[in-house]
């Protein structure tokens, strides 16, 4: 397990870098992004070990390895539009912003999207739209999307998400299948899916529509 004190330890980085999370534009965003202040106050001292920490509502924050590993799947460059499903803390949030241009982020849990939307207006990030409701049908509004990620663990894509993705567009998804959690990325090449399991999940449900019933 990555174990740290805070984001200026170079240990942050190197743990990480074994692990194979070796883009620079990925840790320099690991770097700059205070992991601490998306934290509950007592268990700040914990922000930077590997495992997934309670935000409330019965829901966590993942693992900073999963969110550096993530993050980097989706291959990402500044002019990316990109959509992510379940908000939490905000933290996954806070690093696309300062990886692209404009990041939409949408939760079911009113409460939590409010209080992202307070941490990261305090830490002067401003191109990410926040929108309460059903992720699993995402927001059409605004599609495609370069790119999407779920932070929340799936039963299988939603339909309605891969609608969603641009044609030649990258999805990070966890999905559980006979009760186990992997990490995929998804391709849309010529409008078919392709997938690749690239690691072992520990997330907290999807909840929606397209997603599990509860
Ligand atoms: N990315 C977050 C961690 C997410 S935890 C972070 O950086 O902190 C998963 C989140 O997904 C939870 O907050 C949960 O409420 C949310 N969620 C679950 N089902 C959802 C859905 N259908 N639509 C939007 N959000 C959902």
Same mark, same amino acid.
């Given at each position: 397990?990555?174990?740290f004190?805070?984001?200026?330890?170079?240990?942050v980085?190197?743990?990480?870098?074994?692990?194979g999370?070796?883009d620079?534009?990925?840790?320099?965003a690991?770097?700059i992004v205070?992991?601490e202040? /998306?934290v509950?106050e007592?268990?700040?001292?914990?922000?930077? *070990? @590997?495992?997934?920490?309670?935000i409330g509502?019965?829901?966590?924050?993942?693992g900073i390895?999963t969110?550096?590993l993530?993050?980097?799947s989706l291959?990402l460059?500044k002019?990316?539009?990109?959509?992510e499903i379940? *908000? $939490? !803390? $905000?933290?996954?949030?806070?690093?696309?912003? *300062?990886?692209?241009?404009?990041?939409f982020t949408?939760?079911?849990i009113?409460d939590?999207?409010?209080k992202?939307?307070d941490i990261? @207006?305090?830490?002067?990030?401003?191109n990410?739209?926040?929108?309460?409701g059903d @992720?699993?049908? $995402?927001?059409?509004?605004?599609a495609?999307y370069d790119?999407i990620?779920?932070?929340?663990?799936s039963?299988?894509v939603p339909?309605?998400? /891969?609608?969603?993705?641009?044609?030649g $567009? +990258?999805?990070? +998804?966890?999905?559980e299948?006979?009760g !186990?959690q992997?990490?995929?990325v998804?391709?849309?090449k010529?409008g078919?899916?392709?997938?690749?399991n690239?690691?072992?999940a520990? /997330?907290?449900?999807?909840?929606?529509?397209? @997603? /599990?019933?509860s």
């Amino acid at each position: 397990m990555v174990n740290f004190k805070n984001s200026a330890d170079g240990t942050v980085e190197q743990a990480l870098v074994s692990k194979g999370v070796t883009d620079k534009n990925v840790l320099y965003a690991l770097r700059i992004v205070p992991r601490e202040k /998306f934290v509950e106050e007592p268990l700040k001292e914990l922000s930077y *070990t @590997g495992a997934p920490l309670p935000i409330g509502h019965n829901q966590t924050i993942s693992g900073i390895y999963t969110v550096a590993l993530m993050t980097q799947s989706l291959c990402l460059n500044k002019s990316h539009k990109i959509l992510e499903i379940g *908000t $939490g !803390s $905000g933290y996954q949030a806070a690093i696309l912003s *300062t990886l692209c241009t404009s990041v939409f982020t949408i939760e079911r849990i009113r409460d939590l999207s409010l209080k992202a939307r307070d941490i990261l @207006g305090k830490l002067n990030i401003h191109n990410v739209t926040f929108i309460i409701g059903d @992720g699993t049908i $995402g927001f059409k509004e605004y599609a495609p999307y370069d790119r999407i990620i779920v932070t929340a663990c799936s039963p299988d894509v939603p339909e309605a998400l /891969f609608a969603q993705l641009s044609e030649g $567009g +990258i999805m990070v +998804i966890p999905l559980e299948m006979s009760g !186990s959690q992997n990490i995929f990325v998804i391709e849309k090449k010529n409008g078919k899916m392709y997938s690749n399991n690239i690691a072992p999940a520990n /997330f907290v449900r999807l909840i929606g529509k397209n @997603g /599990f019933k509860s």
